[in-house]
């Protein structure tokens, strides 16, 4: 479109037309090529009124009241603005004007952190002091736990989930079984069997009180044998050392007395 000549009666027809559609005098300076200024002084000089930046502009409103209506109550319901997009055919700047016009706060959405005022996080820290879990608070407050977790580190309160050991809430005294029916048992970082741990602190037990009898830790080729078969008996009397692997319901022992103190000796050259 050539460059129209500012204030001929040409130009102004045009400015009114086009604002008849678009109800912006920013889009139309952009279309004609001239400085927003020009079309808002054309659009003034015809009596026309500009809404300002804080006036709410007539391409705002999408909707009828009762169709807006519709749109706040689903949006109270829990529906969300992607939503509302999909079922009413509008973007979700429209439906987010129409929340903000029927007097209601937008709900914190994915990508934005959830805002936490003085008074919930008071309150939040409160209720930790109190003995209520992360994951509790969380729900009182419709917020994720890791909101909560924020909270408190940001007010400097200890976490029970930092603690560890006997300091932890999750402390059962230090034995656990694992999948295979054996009893691990909690070592202290300190103890002179920590090497025979694994990263979570446990070893087995059967091996541990094997290496406590020996009052040393326990290679990695000795293995402990349990003798009568039931692998949460840990007595030492019901453990037996062994050298490499042994299989599953055999004992080492003397094919001509049948006795089962067998030891590992040098071969003399």
């Known amino acids: 479109m050539p460059k129209p000549l500012k204030r001929t009666p040409e130009f102004i027809a045009l400015v009114m037309e086009q604002y008849k559609k678009t109800q912006s005098g920013t889009q139309i300076a952009k279309r004609l090529g001239v400085a927003p ?18 006036d709410e502009k007539p391409t705002r409103r999408k909707f009828s009241a009762e169709v807006e209506a519709q749109v706040v109550a689903d949006y109270l319901a829990g529906m ?50 109190l003995g209520m879990s992360q994951q509790q608070i969380a729900t009182a407050f419709e ?15 200890e ?4 603690k560890k050991g006997a300091q932890s809430a999750a402390w059962r005294g230090g034995i656990a079984f694992n999948a295979q029916g054996y009893a691990m048992q909690h070592v202290d970082r300190a103890s002179p069997y920590w090497q025979m741990a694994a ?22 080729s000795e293995s402990v044998h349990h003798i009568n078969g039931d692998r949460a008996d840990n007595r030492l009397e019901n453990l037996q050392l062994r050298q490499g692997k042994h299989g599953k319901g055999t004992v ?14 040098e071969l003399d050259d």
């Open 159 to 162: 976490t029970r989930h930092g």
């Open 199 to 220: 990263r979570s602190g446990y070893v087995m037990q059967h091996r541990l009180v094997m290496a406590e009898s020996l009052g040393r830790p326990l290679l990695d």
């Open 80 to 129: 969300s603005l992607m939503q509302l997009e999909t079922k009413y055919g509008e973007g979700q700047y429209a439906m987010r004007a129409a929340v903000k016009r029927a007097g209601h706060k937008l709900r914190d959405h994915g990508g934005q952190r959830r805002r936490v005022y003085d008074g919930e996080a008071a309150r939040m820290v409160c209720l930790y002091q």
């Open 252 to 265: 080492m022992c003397c094919a001509d007395c049948g006795s089962r103190r067998i030891v590992h000796r």
């Open 37 to 54: 200024r020009t079309v808002y002084k054309v659009l003034h000089d015809n009596g026309i009124y500009v809404p300002g930046w804080a």
């Open 143 to 157: 917020a994720h736990q890791t909101v909560v977790s924020r909270v408190l580190r940001k007010y400097g309160v």
